[in-house]
């Protein structure tokens, strides 16, 4: 099996002086998760069966999820669909050629942290043909007859927040423990959903005027102490996680095979799926699978 067999094609593409709204649009309008870019400016949707086509740059969902959290007044200024791509872009991204091995794909996306590879015709020629992602070598996986299961390689650490914290807050806790992945929880340390880098990247961050998103939340208030909360005011507050997060939760047991983890994956496009045998005891990611591929 070669990559040219599991890649996708055609790729779509985005020009770099484009802004994120449009970028966004084409993510959601074909269920995917990254854009080719290419400097030429673009009057109609482009994709790699175009003639010619060479990549300057990719932009994923992560890509758009960090720059969220940017800091600097001058970007707090300008809403972030009006942003060009060229700003959030990862620039000059590896490539790969189309007769390299899955195994050879999944270790140039792992020893580099990114999720997917534009596919050339050849290291002298540069043309795209094609893309190979962490989907594609997922899909790739599930067709394979292997017997290992989750506890073999599912990772025990995770992240959870709490439905009130802070959209800010839960960037700065994935970024801060390199995960695209968190775990809400309630009151009770209950799992009620989970944030992906797909869900800050998706939901619109911005009010009507461009602001910073908000919502009105009734707060109660005691007339004495032990005594009966009475509803007193309406306060307004940022967005929390529970606003962005995505429900119900998909699990697995820690005794269910890799190759089903792979197919839900598939199925249900995601990257990550919680391990509960009772309590949550784990999370299988993407990249675990990649792992997989390359221990064959």
């Known amino acids: ?177 390199q995960v695209d992945r968190t775990i809400v929880v309630d009151d009770s340390n209950q799992p009620v959903g989970t944030i992906t880098r797909t869900d800050l990247a998706m939901n619109r961050m911005t009010n009507p005027e461009g602001g910073l998103p908000s919502k009105d939340v009734k707060m109660a208030r005691k007339d004495r102490i032990a005594g009966e909360k009475v509803l007193r005011y309406v306060k307004e507050v940022s967005m929390v996680a529970e606003d962005i997060m995505s429900t119900p939760i998909i699990t697995l047991s820690k005794n269910s095979r890799v190759t089903d983890a792979a197919k839900i994956m598939v199925d249900q496009r995601i990257n990550g799926i919680l391990v509960v045998d009772e309590d949550i005891t784990g999370i299988v990611y993407s990249k675990n699978i990649l792992q997989a591929i390359i221990a064959r």
């Open 1 to 177: 099996m070669k990559v040219k067999d599991i890649m996708s094609s055609p790729v779509y593409l985005i020009a770099s002086n484009e802004p994120i709204s449009r970028a966004r649009n084409l993510m959601l309008k074909h269920g995917i998760s990254r854009l080719v870019v290419i400097e030429n400016d673009m009057t109609k949707e482009v994709t790699s069966r175009s003639p010619e086509v060479i990549s300057i740059g990719v932009v994923t969902k992560t890509d758009i999820s960090e720059r969220l959290d940017q800091a600097e007044p001058k970007w707090r200024r300008r809403p972030i669909d009006n942003i060009p791509i060229k700003v959030v872009m990862s620039p000059d991204p590896l490539t790969i050629h189309p007769d390299a091995t899955p195994r050879q794909a999944a270790e140039i996306l792992l020893e580099n942290n990114i999720s997917g590879l534009p596919v050339v015709r050849s290291k002298t020629d540069r043309n795209l043909i094609g893309i190979i992602t962490k989907l594609d070598l997922i899909r790739y996986y599930s067709t394979l007859d292997d017997t290992t299961v989750v506890d073999d390689i599912m990772e025990k650490f995770f992240l959870t927040v709490h439905r009130h914290h802070s959209i800010s807050h839960v960037i700065h806790e994935m970024k801060s423990n």
